[in-house]
């Protein structure tokens, strides 16, 4: 199962509470900080809520 490279680009600054939680749940809490994940439908529906917020990238 390949695996993705979640980093935040953008700050939390501004952003609602539920956003603000993703993040956390992701385990991004500052800016161009980079985390990996499975690649599984629970973590792209996370991606997907602060998708402005950070860039993702496949990792095989």
């Known amino acids: ?4 490279k979640v980093t935040q680009v953008r700050s939390k600054a501004g952003a ?3 956003q603000r939680a993703t993040l956390a749940a992701l385990g991004l809490r ?3 900080q980079v985390v990996t994940h499975e690649d599984r439908p ?8 602060v998708s ?6 496949e990792v095989d």
């Open 16 to 18: 609602t509470p539920k």
């Open 42 to 49: 629970s973590v792209r529906g996370q991606i997907n809520v």
């Open 30 to 32: 500052k800016m161009h």
């Open 52 to 57: 402005h917020m950070v860039t993702v990238e």
């Open 1 to 4: 199962m390949s695996k993705l």
